[in-house]
Nanobody
């Protein structure tokens, strides 16, 4: 059974940082890209960041470029999202996701078409 488990969410003030983690288990994730998405109340799910299996392809949503950094652990089945200079508009439930990808094109990794999803972790940024 495939599981993606997010952790690291919480309540912070504007300007502070948080680091989210996602641990994947239940299968071999070779050639799987991993991504982070978020969804605020009454808003559509939004792409945040994605990283290919090798780590050679990185993509970010426009609203987080320059502030957020995605990375993978050495074991490749863990992905992190370092979030700096947080803003109140970053408040959302953050979801980790994984999808099989060979080409790692932005049209693939920046879409919602992922194979596996975590349950989400709440991030709240106060002003």
């Amino acid at each position: 059974q495939v599981q993606l488990v997010e952790s690291g969410g919480g309540l912070v003030q504007a300007g502070e940082s948080l680091r989210l983690s996602c641990a994947a288990s239940g299968r071999t994730f070779s050639s799987y890209a991993m991504g982070w998405f978020r969804q605020a109340p009454e808003k559509k799910r939004e792409f945040v960041a994605a990283i290919s299996w090798s780590g050679g392809h990185l993509y970010y949503g426009d609203s987080v470029k320059g502030r957020f950094t995605i990375s993978r652990g050495n074991a490749k089945n863990t992905v992190y999202l370092q979030m700096n200079s947080l803003k109140p508009e970053d408040t959302a439930v953050y979801y980790c996701a994984a999808r099989y990808s060979i080409l790692n094109q932005p049209s693939e990794l920046m879409s919602n078409d992922y194979d596996y999803w975590g349950q989400g972790t709440q991030v709240t940024v106060s002003s």
